[in-house]
């Protein structure tokens, strides 16, 4: 899939890290770095813009080094970036450890992933077909 992509952050285009990777690192577009303390979020921008083909949208997730490593995360996960959209990618990162943390220009914050979707038509009914399951909610298939 070949996707447009424009790049206003003076850092390298993501890309994929190992032949093996589903995402490709985003990093963050900051004039200087920003401190995060407990339980703080922000808005932190990545100066890429996408044009996305109909049917793709682009899933911001974050990334499990630093969720272990330091308590930085993504909320709104994973977040949708639809193929309308044009404007620039942003990843809203929060601190869940107990210290302050610094995020860096340039410092990988988030992952891109692709995914095809499907656009659904609703169909009306009065009914759904029974399954073994049925209306059976969280924890009804069993703990083992």
Request: glycine share 10%; aromatic share 6%.
């Amino acid at each position: 899939m070949t996707v447009r992509i424009i790049n206003r952050s003076g850092y390298p285009l993501p890309q994929y890290e190992t032949p093996g990777s589903a995402g490709m690192d985003l990093r963050a577009h900051l004039q200087a770095p920003i401190t995060l303390a407990p339980l703080e979020r922000a808005l932190v921008p990545t100066g890429m813009f996408l044009e996305l083909p109909t049917g793709v949208e682009a899933q911001v997730r974050p990334r499990s080094g630093l969720a272990l490593k330091r308590g930085l995360t993504l909320l709104n996960s994973p977040g949708t970036i639809d193929s309308d959209y044009r404007g620039e990618i942003k990843c809203i990162v929060v601190n869940l450890s107990n210290a302050e943390q610094r995020i860096e220009p340039g410092e990988r914050i988030a992952q891109l992933v692709f995914a095809r979707y499907e656009t659904v038509e609703w169909l009306p009914v009065s009914a759904l077909q029974e399954t073994s399951r049925n209306t059976g909610g969280f924890g009804s298939t069993g703990t083992t």
